[in-house]
Structure formats: structure tokens, C-alpha cells
């Protein structure tokens, strides 16, 4: 659901940047080069969210402020996804810089690459998600409770 929402904003930005500085040739590139870091992302904020679960409260008031829920959400855990999360940004932009600057044949190939990178974090990271879940489900279902 998060992946969907934030494909039409890339989808979105995208051709705004497109229609402003006329680099519609660019749009495919873009557009793979999105898929790659939405897909590798999910990915690894999946495997955050199993290793350090932070529960939602169960209602939260109409006016004002939502209530802050209490969690077991550690800081170390979502700053080293952030980290990971990053660096593989970085990677991938790197996969289609290099292809266009250090190879000459175009942002295109680059961003293939980055979509297929992309594809493979996912699942990996999802089977890594799977494995902890596997062995600690309780513990997490119980971080999870919502708490009012």
C-alpha cells in the first residue's frame, strides 16, 4: 500500500520534472530507476519494521494532537535502516550515473539494472523479515498490541 502511494508521487514528480526541463527521453530512466529504490526500500523497512515493531494506538482523538503510542521501537534499529536505506539510494543512482557518464550509453541500461537490484532486495529482505518473524512471532505480536 505504502509502495502504490509512493509510486504516483515518483510517477507524479517525475513527468513535472520532465515537463519543466524537457528531458522527456529521461522518463523510463527515471521511472525504473523509482521502481528500484521503492522496491529496495519497502524492502529493507520491512525487515526494520519485524526487528523493532512500534504499534499504532488503538484510537486517536478527533481534535488535537494524536496520542504518541507506546512502543518498543528502538532508535538504533530505524537509523540503521535509514543508513542501509541510503546507501542503497545511493547505489542505485550510482548504477545509472555510471552507466550514462562512465560508460556513454545512457541512463537506460543503468536504471534496468537498478529496477532488477531493486527486485531482488525486496524478496530477499522480505524472506529475512519472514525468518525473524519465524522465531519471535509472539514477542512481536505483543510489542504490536495496541495500547490505548
Given amino acids: ?12 514528480a517525475v513527468i513535472a520534472g520532465a515537463a519543466v526541463s524537457g528531458a522527456w527521453i529521461e522518463v523510463p530512466s527515471a521511472l525504473l530507476l523509482g ?16 526487528h523493532s515493531p512500534y504499534p499504532v494506538a488503538m484510537s486517536t482523538p478527533t481534535f488535537g494532537r494524536a496520542r504518541r503510542p507506546r512502543g518498543t521501537g528502538t532508535a538504533g534499529v530505524s537509523l540503521a535502516a535509514y543508513l542501509v536505506e541510503m546507501a542503497l539510494i545511493g547505489i542505485l543512482v ?3 550515473a555510471l552507466s550514462r557518464f562512465a ?4 541512463t537506460l541500461p543503468g536504471a534496468v539494472v537498478a529496477a532488477l537490484a531493486g527486485a531482488a532486495i525486496a524478496p530477499a529482505a522480505t524472506a529475512m ?11 512481536v505480536l505483543l510489542a504490536l498490541a495496541p495500547r490505548t
Avoid at 560508460?103 to 545512457?106: A, N, P, Q, T
Fill in 129 to 139: 523479515a519472514a525468518g525473524h518473524l519465524r522465531t519471535r512471532l509472539p514477542e
Fill in 35 to 50: 521502481v528500484g529504490v521503492i522496491l529496495s526500500t519497502a524492502g529493507v523497512g520491512l525487515v526494520a519494521s519485524v
Fill in 103 to 106: 560508460f556513454g550509453i545512457g
Fill in 94 to 96: 550510482g548504477l545509472v
Fill in 1 to 12: 500500500a505504502v509502495a502504490t502511494v509512493v509510486a504516483a508521487i515518483t510517477a507524479i
